[in-house]
T-cell receptor, first 112, second 114 residues
Framework: KQEVTQIPAALSVPEGENLVLNCSFTDSAIYNLQWFRQDPGKGLTSLLLIQSSQREQTSGRLNASLDKSSGRSTLYIAASQPGDSATYLCAVYKNRDDKIIFGKGTRLHILP | GAVVSQHPSWVICKSGTSVKIECRSLDFQATTMFWYRQFPKQSLMLMATSNEGSKATYEQGVEKDKFLINHASLTLSTLTVTSAHPEDSSFYIC??????????FGPGTRLTVT
């Protein structure tokens, strides 16, 4: 059974710092991996989608990497800003049946 | 492109009544839609998968008679919570699959049962 773990569960860092959020999954037979952002009481905002044939994706200050063989992905946020404060969810697409398994998320707080 | 809407965004209902939540893909056709439930400070849990014109497939532990799902068209799926009780209070999020292995999420519906 696929399990997705995100570490740390919560993180507070001063504004301006670079930071890394970690995601690991137990079954390397995934298709895509996606990082989302969720603000309190809101839905999901897709940040980056990494297809199985890719190793990383970049969007602005965000960079996500994927290492399927080791079952790991990282989300790198450069020059963090208070507006980056949110919960970040990692999700993997199971092979063949198109279902997503979510991690429990990392609650990020950027201190101004 | 690839916008998914949900209606209502929030709803309060009395215990014992039923409430319907709509999920629409606004600018694409979705052969598959998914319904998730999220408790406070928890992650999303898949409730069911629905395909247009066929019965929904429910995840283990989800009561199909309580959570009725209808996927009548390629752009609309509905979730009806029947005989709602306070423990059904939660945040419900739908997603629509535009391509295989690529889902687009709605903004969610906050259900409060009093």
């Amino acid at each position: 059974k696929q399990e997705v773990t995100q570490i740390p569960a919560a993180l507070s860092v001063p504004e301006g710092e670079n930071l890394v959020l970690n995601c690991s999954f137990t079954d390397s037979a995934i298709y895509n991996l996606q990082w989302f952002r969720q603000d309190p009481g809101k839905g999901l905002t897709s940040l980056l989608l990494i297809q199985s044939s890719q190793r990383e994706q970049t969007s602005g200050r965000l960079n996500a990497s994927l290492d399927k063989s080791s079952g790991r992905s990282t989300l790198y946020i450069a020059a963090s800003q208070p507006g980056d404060s949110a919960t970040y969810l990692c999700a993997v697409y199971k092979n063949r049946d198109d279902k997503i398994i979510f991690g429990k998320g990392t609650r990020l707080h950027i201190l101004p | 492109g690839a916008v998914v809407s949900q209606h209502p965004s929030w709803v309060i209902c009395k215990s014992g009544t039923s409430v319907k939540i709509e999920c629409r893909s606004l600018d694409f056709q979705a052969t598959t839609m998914f319904w998730y439930r999220q408790f406070p400070k928890q992650s999303l849990m898949l409730m069911a998968t629905s395909n247009e014109g066929s019965k929904a497939t429910y995840e283990q532990g989800v009561e199909k008679d309580k959570f009725l799902i209808n996927h009548a068209s390629l752009t609309l799926s509905t979730l009806t919570v029947t005989s709602a009780h306070p423990e059904d209070s939660s945040f419900y999020i739908c997603s629509a699959s535009r391509y295989l292995y690529e889902q687009y999420f709605g903004p969610g519906t906050r259900l409060t049962v009093t």
